[in-house]
């Protein structure tokens, strides 16, 4: 099974319009979306191209292959337009031998409430900086931004096949990597 994690679109009809074709591509068994799907938010700057309505007809044409956990700039007003449900916080996933977290960030940053152990898999947005990180045998990811990626990183994605998870680029091309262990 092929999983694909994007976080943070904010409007952008143009990083939109590129994920498409990366979706194309990677072919996704599901696609999990990490919030902040269509408002820009009061501190971003406007994202190329911000068309809301024409990000939900992207997203809506996914439908079947959705999962989406709300963000902080998601709101109840966007589960009128959009397709699949989105008002949760976070979500828990199985992905062979790991129990997946997901979440926006802004909420279920503080992990300790998690009740996390060794193998899961804390999967989040919000920070708009890819992360693969390993600690105490708990893995923490974040596939970054699609359209408005901070700290001079790339528009990113994730995906997690073959136990395991590459955050890449727009073109597909893999910007990191990290193999999870069977043991747990």
């Known amino acids: 099974m092929k999983l694909l994690f994007i976080s943070d679109i904010h409007g952008s009809a143009y990083y939109m319009s590129e994920l ?22 009061p501190r971003n700057p406007l994202p190329k191209e911000y068309e809301p309505k024409l990000v939900v007809k992207y997203l809506n044409s996914l439908k079947t292959k959705v999962i989406a956990v709300r963000g902080n700039c998601d709101s109840e ?4 337009l ?11 996933l199985f992905y062979l031998n790991h129990r997946i977290f997901i979440t926006h960030g802004h909420l ?6 998690l009740n996390l152990q060794k193998g899961d898999i804390v999967m989040q ?13 708990i893995y923490y990811l974040n596939p970054g931004s699609i359209s408005l990626p901070k700290e001079n990183n790339e528009n990113s994605y994730g995906v997690i096949e073959n136990n395991s998870f590459q955050i890449k680029n727009l073109d597909c091309e893999v910007l990191y990597e990290i193999e999870f ?3 747990v």
């Open 20 to 41: 498409m074709k990366a979706i194309e591509k990677e072919k996704p068994d599901q696609i999990i979306v990490l919030g902040d799907i269509l408002y820009h938010g």
């Open 181 to 183: 262990s069977n043991e």
């Open 77 to 80: 007003v966007d589960q009128m």
């Open 108 to 113: 279920y940053g503080n992990y300790e409430t």
């Open 82 to 92: 959009i397709e699949y449900p989105m008002l949760s916080d976070y979500g828990v």
């Open 125 to 137: 947005g919000h920070t708009h900086i890819p992360k693969c990180k390993i600690e105490d045998g």
